[in-house]
């Protein structure tokens, strides 16, 4: 039994793309999301989705048609490829340690020294290290 309207239309979309349909009408349908396999539709030229309270895509997208729809679908798809970066922000009271806690951090070897004198303002440290499980560098700013 297929129960949402989004898989309805993902079947509806297989069978159309079968029979190469040029034009598709889904006017005033209620669709809150435009599956993405309305993409696939190759044959495609004329995508009518006016009067559908769209969430998923912006109605300004839809209203462009079937390439931007198609390009919108892409660059969410490019975006699945995330940038491992974080920001950890470090705040005491000056001379609390907070650059010898930054500096331990970034490097594990790094000598503690008592004799050092505190600093005044801001300073970002850029501690880069791989995540082996996804082969990918993270970066945190420190």
């Known amino acids: 039994m297929v129960d949402s309207q ?8 297989n069978r159309i793309n079968e029979a190469k349909e040029q034009r ?3 006017r005033n349908n209620e669709l ?10 190759t044959n495609l030229i ?5 009067d559908n309270p769209l969430e998923q895509a912006p109605l300004e997208i839809a209203k462009e048609g079937i390439k931007s729809i198609r390009s ?13 970066e974080a920001k950890l922000i470090i ?5 609390a340690g907070k650059t ?3 500096k331990k951090i970034e490097n594990s070897n790094y000598e503690l ?27 945190v700013n420190i």
């Open 32 to 41: 809150k999301n435009i599956p993405e396999s309305i993409t696939k539709l």
């Open 113 to 139: 020294r008592q004799d050092k004198a505190t600093k005044e303002g801001i300073e970002v440290i850029i501690w880069k290290f791989l995540m082996t499980e996804k082969e990918r560098e993270f970066q």
């Open 6 to 13: 989004s898989e309805i239309l993902s079947y509806f979309i």
């Open 46 to 50: 004329v995508l009518n989705l006016d």
């Open 100 to 102: 010898t806690l930054t």
């Open 91 to 95: 705040v005491a009271e000056g001379g």
């Open 24 to 26: 598709l009408g889904l």
């Open 72 to 84: 919108y679908f892409q660059q969410l798809a490019a975006r699945l490829d995330s940038i491992y």
